[in-house]
């Protein structure tokens, strides 16, 4: 009976160990797991270069400078969602310059023409996150999902090595 007891309190203050050392370092080791997601490619000529919504002052000048660089002909510009308020405003007749419009200002002064630029009139919704990524579930189930991707593509890789590359194809199917 002692013996059980021992072995209760053990287990409980284990859980109680282990669950606040993942409470306290969860968003630590949680954030850096999400870096660990972000890739840099080399910069090449592309079709357009896509400005999502969110701090434009940051983003545009990027934008128009890949386009005067030449390695982008177009720019298209994604409308954020209203921010709280501005639909009380708007109906008070107060105009609340939104994101897209500030980024219109802000390459027409970066020399951008006009042509260029090709704008999505309607909102998008949730294209640019805070940092609090670890407060919002699908935002954790999505990291999660790309992670267990990540380890499966590992074991197909592991996998490869061990048998060879032959045995993974798939066979023949015949389509009538």
């Known amino acids: 009976m002692i013996r059980l007891m021992c072995r209760l309190v053990r287990a ?7 669950g606040g050392a993942l409470y306290l370092g969860g968003p630590y080791l949680l954030t850096h797991a999400g870096r ?3 890739t ?18 940051l983003c545009v000048p990027e934008a128009a400078r890949l386009y005067h660089e030449g390695l982008v002909p177009k720019i298209l510009l994604v409308n954020e969602p209203r ?17 897209l419009e500030i980024s219109l200002q802000l390459l027409e002064a970066l020399r951008v023409p006009r042509e260029a630029i090709l704008t999505i009139p309607e909102r998008a919704d949730g294209l640019h996150r805070p940092r609090r990524t670890w407060n919002n579930l699908a935002d954790v189930r999505q990291t999660v999902w790309e992670y267990a991707a990540l380890v499966d593509l590992w074991r197909r890789g592991l996998w490869r090595a061990v048998v060879g590359e032959a045995t993974l194809v798939p066979p023949a199917v015949t389509v009538r």
């Not at 409980?12 to 282990?18: F, S």
């Not at 270069?49 to 002052?57: D, K, M, R």
């Not at 308020?85 to 939104?98: E, F, N, V």
Request: charged share 20%; aromatic share 4%.
């Open 36 to 38: 660990y997601l972000i």
């Open 83 to 99: 921010p709280p308020g501005q639909d009380d405003l708007l109906r008070l007749g107060i105009r609340y310059p939104d994101g």
């Open 12 to 18: 409980r203050v284990t859980v109680l160990v282990l």
């Open 40 to 57: 840099q490619d080399p910069l090449v000529k592309a079709d357009m270069a896509l400005v999502l919504s969110g701090q434009p002052h």
